[in-house]
């Protein structure tokens, strides 16, 4: 899996969507004392738990014969994730 920066503003749809499930949150990325080039901080987006273990079960099933057929299918979370994140909204 690769991760990578991306601009809220671009997507905003897809991390709101992400964030709703609870496999993403915004945190205020950390910046060093004002030097010249300074910028604001901003908050970013990084996984959950319930995220980080939503990315290692596609792995997973990337590696199954019928990844081909299902990477086309409606993404669904897997049952444990699901009951996770709900259980941690309680």
């Not at 997507?11 to 949150?25: A, I, K, Q, T």
């Not at 300074?38 to 738990?49: C, E, G, K, N, S």
């Not at 997973?60 to 993404?75: C, I, N, P, V």
């Amino acid at each position: 899996m690769q991760y990578r920066q991306v601009p809220w503003a671009r997507r905003p749809g897809v991390f709101e969507y992400l964030r709703s499930l609870g496999l993403m949150d915004t945190v205020r990325q950390k910046t060093v004392a004002p030097a010249p080039g300074f910028h604001a901080p901003v908050d970013i987006a990084v996984l959950t738990d319930n995220g980080r273990a939503e990315c290692a079960r596609l792995e997973r099933d990337e590696k199954l014969l019928s990844w081909t057929d299902r990477r086309m299918d409606d993404y669904a979370l897997s049952e444990a994730s699901a009951v996770a994140i709900l259980e941690s909204r309680l």
